[in-house]
Protein backbone atom coordinates (compact mmCIF):
# COMPACT_ATOMS: atom_id res chain seq x y z
CA UNK A 1 0.00 0.00 0.00
CA UNK A 2 0.82 3.64 -0.09
CA UNK A 3 3.11 5.04 2.55
CA UNK A 4 4.14 8.81 2.78
CA UNK A 5 6.84 9.68 4.85
CA UNK A 6 8.02 13.26 6.36
CA UNK A 7 11.67 13.64 6.79
CA UNK A 8 11.28 16.28 10.09
CA UNK A 9 8.63 15.91 12.94
CA UNK A 10 9.54 19.44 13.65
CA UNK A 11 11.10 22.51 11.88
CA UNK A 12 11.65 25.85 13.35
CA UNK A 13 12.55 28.66 11.05
CA UNK A 14 12.70 32.44 12.05
CA UNK A 15 10.02 35.23 10.81
CA UNK A 16 10.77 36.34 7.32
CA UNK A 17 13.22 33.55 6.50
CA UNK A 18 11.67 30.59 3.86
CA UNK A 19 10.79 27.25 5.08
CA UNK A 20 11.23 23.99 2.97
CA UNK A 21 8.82 21.10 4.31
CA UNK A 22 9.70 17.78 2.59
CA UNK A 23 7.60 14.19 1.99
CA UNK A 24 8.36 11.28 0.61
CA UNK A 25 6.13 8.64 -0.81
CA UNK A 26 6.37 5.00 -1.66
CA UNK A 27 3.27 4.29 -4.36
CA UNK A 28 5.04 5.18 -8.31
CA UNK A 29 1.40 5.37 -9.13
CA UNK A 30 0.38 8.08 -7.10
CA UNK A 31 -0.54 11.06 -9.64
CA UNK A 32 -2.05 13.84 -7.17
CA UNK A 33 -0.37 15.23 -4.06
CA UNK A 34 -2.02 18.01 -1.91
CA UNK A 35 -0.36 19.99 0.79
CA UNK A 36 -2.75 20.91 4.43
CA UNK A 37 -1.83 23.40 7.33
CA UNK A 38 -3.35 22.26 10.37
CA UNK A 39 -3.62 24.82 13.30
CA UNK A 40 -4.29 23.40 16.70
CA UNK A 41 -8.09 22.65 17.12
CA UNK A 42 -8.89 22.66 13.24
CA UNK A 43 -8.89 20.77 10.43
CA UNK A 44 -6.70 20.35 7.56
CA UNK A 45 -6.63 23.44 5.59
CA UNK A 46 -5.71 23.38 1.60
CA UNK A 47 -2.47 25.22 0.53
CA UNK A 48 -1.59 23.83 -2.66
CA UNK A 49 -1.96 20.60 -4.56
CA UNK A 50 0.14 19.11 -8.02
CA UNK A 51 -0.34 16.83 -10.48
CA UNK A 52 1.86 14.02 -11.44
CA UNK A 53 2.48 16.15 -14.98
CA UNK A 54 3.95 18.97 -13.31
CA UNK A 55 6.94 19.45 -11.49
CA UNK A 56 6.17 22.51 -9.94
CA UNK A 57 3.42 24.88 -8.91
CA UNK A 58 3.39 28.37 -7.35
CA UNK A 59 0.80 29.44 -5.11
CA UNK A 60 0.82 32.72 -2.90
CA UNK A 61 3.82 32.81 -0.92
CA UNK A 62 4.05 28.77 -1.25
CA UNK A 63 5.56 26.80 -4.15
CA UNK A 64 5.23 23.16 -4.12
CA UNK A 65 8.09 20.93 -5.85
CA UNK A 66 7.31 17.13 -7.40
CA UNK A 67 10.19 14.63 -8.36
CA UNK A 68 8.52 11.87 -9.46
CA UNK A 69 11.86 10.15 -10.37
CA UNK A 70 12.75 10.02 -6.30
CA UNK A 71 9.00 10.12 -5.18
CA UNK A 72 9.64 13.47 -3.20
CA UNK A 73 7.46 16.27 -3.03
CA UNK A 74 8.46 19.35 -1.04
CA UNK A 75 6.48 22.50 0.20
CA UNK A 76 8.05 26.05 0.17
CA UNK A 77 7.12 29.15 1.95
CA UNK A 78 8.61 32.04 1.41
CA UNK A 79 9.10 34.87 4.27
CA UNK A 80 7.61 32.08 7.20
CA UNK A 81 5.12 34.82 9.13
CA UNK A 82 4.17 33.44 12.67
CA UNK A 83 0.85 33.12 11.22
CA UNK A 84 2.42 30.18 9.27
CA UNK A 85 3.19 28.05 12.71
CA UNK A 86 0.92 24.92 11.84
CA UNK A 87 1.37 21.13 11.18
CA UNK A 88 1.94 20.77 7.95
CA UNK A 89 0.93 17.42 6.09
CA UNK A 90 1.36 16.05 2.61
CA UNK A 91 -0.79 13.88 1.34
CA UNK A 92 -1.36 11.62 -1.97
CA UNK A 93 -3.61 10.18 -4.17
CA UNK A 94 -3.91 7.79 -6.94
CA UNK A 95 -6.71 7.78 -10.13
CA UNK A 96 -10.08 9.14 -9.37
CA UNK A 97 -10.76 7.63 -6.06
CA UNK A 98 -9.92 10.88 -4.25
CA UNK A 99 -8.63 9.01 -1.13
CA UNK A 100 -5.89 10.17 0.62
CA UNK A 101 -3.36 9.04 2.16
CA UNK A 102 -1.45 11.11 4.51
CA UNK A 103 2.00 11.92 5.97
CA UNK A 104 3.19 12.19 9.12
CA UNK A 105 3.15 15.47 9.73
CA UNK A 106 5.61 18.41 10.38
CA UNK A 107 5.25 21.03 12.99
CA UNK A 108 6.68 24.39 11.63
CA UNK A 109 7.30 26.80 14.66
CA UNK A 110 8.01 30.47 13.50
CA UNK A 111 10.45 32.17 15.96
CA UNK A 112 10.47 35.94 15.89
CA UNK B 1 -14.83 25.01 -2.42
CA UNK B 2 -17.23 23.55 0.54
CA UNK B 3 -17.75 24.51 3.51
CA UNK B 4 -18.30 21.36 6.15
CA UNK B 5 -19.91 21.75 9.51
CA UNK B 6 -19.53 18.92 12.05
CA UNK B 7 -21.53 17.76 15.30
CA UNK B 8 -20.67 18.04 17.84
CA UNK B 9 -17.73 19.34 17.97
CA UNK B 10 -16.62 17.07 21.22
CA UNK B 11 -17.48 14.82 23.41
CA UNK B 12 -16.75 12.62 26.65
CA UNK B 13 -18.51 9.80 26.03
CA UNK B 14 -18.68 6.21 28.41
CA UNK B 15 -17.07 3.40 27.53
CA UNK B 16 -19.69 0.97 25.57
CA UNK B 17 -21.79 3.47 24.67
CA UNK B 18 -22.42 4.83 21.13
CA UNK B 19 -21.91 8.74 19.54
CA UNK B 20 -22.95 9.56 16.02
CA UNK B 21 -21.13 12.17 14.44
CA UNK B 22 -23.05 14.50 12.08
CA UNK B 23 -21.47 16.26 8.98
CA UNK B 24 -23.43 18.94 6.97
CA UNK B 25 -21.61 20.48 3.53
CA UNK B 26 -22.91 23.59 2.37
CA UNK B 27 -23.22 22.38 -1.58
CA UNK B 28 -23.59 19.06 -3.12
CA UNK B 29 -19.89 17.24 -3.58
CA UNK B 30 -19.40 13.97 -5.58
CA UNK B 31 -17.44 12.44 -2.56
CA UNK B 32 -17.54 12.35 1.17
CA UNK B 33 -15.11 10.54 3.30
CA UNK B 34 -14.12 10.33 7.20
CA UNK B 35 -11.00 9.77 9.15
CA UNK B 36 -9.44 9.44 12.41
CA UNK B 37 -7.11 11.40 13.59
CA UNK B 38 -5.72 10.09 17.15
CA UNK B 39 -3.64 12.65 19.69
CA UNK B 40 -0.42 13.99 18.09
CA UNK B 41 -0.23 11.94 15.04
CA UNK B 42 -1.43 11.90 11.06
CA UNK B 43 -4.87 11.47 9.56
CA UNK B 44 -5.77 7.85 8.78
CA UNK B 45 -9.36 7.71 6.10
CA UNK B 46 -11.54 5.28 7.83
CA UNK B 47 -13.80 5.22 4.89
CA UNK B 48 -15.63 5.90 1.59
CA UNK B 49 -19.47 7.39 2.61
CA UNK B 50 -21.44 6.46 -0.78
CA UNK B 51 -24.76 7.54 -1.27
CA UNK B 52 -27.73 5.63 -0.77
CA UNK B 53 -25.25 2.48 -0.48
CA UNK B 54 -22.86 0.61 2.35
CA UNK B 55 -19.72 2.63 2.38
CA UNK B 56 -15.95 1.50 1.45
CA UNK B 57 -13.99 0.70 4.56
CA UNK B 58 -10.20 0.86 4.50
CA UNK B 59 -8.52 -1.98 6.08
CA UNK B 60 -8.58 -2.22 9.80
CA UNK B 61 -12.24 -0.76 9.64
CA UNK B 62 -15.68 -2.49 9.99
CA UNK B 63 -18.73 -2.03 9.15
CA UNK B 64 -20.24 -2.52 12.98
CA UNK B 65 -17.99 -0.53 14.70
CA UNK B 66 -18.18 2.16 12.39
CA UNK B 67 -21.44 3.03 11.00
CA UNK B 68 -21.56 5.35 8.36
CA UNK B 69 -24.90 7.04 6.15
CA UNK B 70 -25.27 9.03 3.86
CA UNK B 71 -28.68 9.18 2.61
CA UNK B 72 -27.83 12.49 -0.10
CA UNK B 73 -25.29 14.59 -1.56
CA UNK B 74 -24.80 17.10 1.55
CA UNK B 75 -24.89 15.25 4.30
CA UNK B 76 -23.12 11.85 6.44
CA UNK B 77 -22.97 10.40 9.59
CA UNK B 78 -20.26 8.32 11.40
CA UNK B 79 -21.28 6.38 14.51
CA UNK B 80 -18.37 5.09 16.88
CA UNK B 81 -20.01 1.69 18.11
CA UNK B 82 -19.29 0.27 21.58
CA UNK B 83 -16.84 2.66 22.86
CA UNK B 84 -13.50 2.28 24.17
CA UNK B 85 -10.94 4.61 25.30
CA UNK B 86 -9.10 3.53 22.62
CA UNK B 87 -11.64 5.28 20.44
CA UNK B 88 -10.69 8.71 21.94
CA UNK B 89 -9.59 10.33 18.89
CA UNK B 90 -10.60 13.44 16.38
CA UNK B 91 -13.06 12.42 13.64
CA UNK B 92 -13.19 14.72 10.60
CA UNK B 93 -15.39 14.37 7.97
CA UNK B 94 -13.86 15.54 3.85
CA UNK B 95 -15.44 16.17 1.13
CA UNK B 96 -14.39 16.21 -2.97
CA UNK B 97 -17.01 19.00 -5.27
CA UNK B 98 -15.06 17.20 -8.12
CA UNK B 99 -13.42 13.76 -8.13
CA UNK B 100 -9.53 14.19 -8.55
CA UNK B 101 -9.67 17.71 -6.73
CA UNK B 102 -8.94 19.28 -3.32
CA UNK B 103 -10.50 17.87 -0.33
CA UNK B 104 -12.43 19.86 2.63
CA UNK B 105 -12.17 19.02 5.96
CA UNK B 106 -14.37 19.79 8.77
CA UNK B 107 -13.12 21.26 12.07
CA UNK B 108 -13.70 17.71 13.53
CA UNK B 109 -15.38 16.20 16.07
CA UNK B 110 -12.95 15.37 19.26
CA UNK B 111 -13.94 12.49 21.30
CA UNK B 112 -12.81 11.66 25.01
CA UNK B 113 -14.03 7.69 25.94
CA UNK B 114 -14.10 7.70 30.02
Known amino acids: GESVGLHLPTLSVQEGDNSIINCAYS??????FIWYKQESGKGPQFIID?????DKRQGQRVTVLLNKTVKHLSLQIAATQPGDSAVYFCAVATGTASKLTFGTGTRLQVTL | SAVISQKPSRDICQRGTSLTIQCQVDSQVTMMFWYRQQPGQSLTLIATANQGSEATYESGFVIDKFPISRPNLTFSTLTVSNMSPEDSSIYLCSAVVTANTEAFFGQGTRLTVV
Open chain 1, 50 to 54: IRSNM
Open chain 1, 27 to 32: NSASDY
